[in-house]
């Protein structure tokens, strides 16, 4: 079911305390998948989810079970137009499970014609500064850009959790 804008006040971002930033994180059990087989999986997801992994992932380390890259996905509004949702998605393995960490989001806009470089805003100040109006009611286009945000990110969490859980057999050709 789609999330209603008057819900936006209860759709809070999480927040790392240490770095102040927007940070997405969840441990998912994997059982019966080695440290090795959830990498491949995980790899996999990234080539199949960005079309390159080879453009987006920037540390690749089988061994010790990382993969940590940035990425961006779009996000359209009416108003503004289109969107560079731009994030670092970092995936820790180990035997029997995952950790997948998503930070750093940044919007990007195209620039006005006259501008020739890309505007990017974090995105934790951004909406905490354009959400509201001086009389405290929500803009509703900001408020569809948080909640647009909130899906995307939710979604992305999702697919990864679905493609980590597919059975071992299911993930292997079988010949």
Not at 76 to 101: E, F, M, P, S, T
């Amino acid at each position: 079911m789609a999330k209603q804008k008057s819900d936006v006040r209860d759709q809070e971002m999480p927040v790392d305390k240490e770095t102040g930033r927007i940070t997405y994180e969840e441990v998912v059990e994997v059982s019966g998948r080695t440290q090795g087989q959830l990498y491949s999986t995980a790899r996999e997801w990234y080539v199949n989810r960005f079309n390159s992994a080879e453009a987006v992932l920037q540390m690749e380390d089988k061994e010790s079970g990382k993969l940590l890259g940035k990425a961006f996905s779009y996000i359209y509004d009416n108003k503004i137009g289109k969107w560079k949702l731009r994030y670092a998605i970092k995936v820790y393995l180990k035997d029997g499970r995952y950790k997948v960490v998503i930070t750093d989001l940044s919007y990007e806009a195209t620039p006005p014609q006259d501008v020739s470089n890309p505007i990017e805003v974090s995105v934790g100040p951004y909406l905490s500064e354009n959400l509201y109006k001086k009389n405290g009611k929500p803009r509703p286009e900001m408020v569809d850009l948080k909640l647009d945000t909130i899906a995307k990110i939710e979604s992305l969490m999702a697919d990864l959790k679905a493609t980590m859980l597919k059975s071992k057999e299911s993930v292997e050709d079988e010949w």
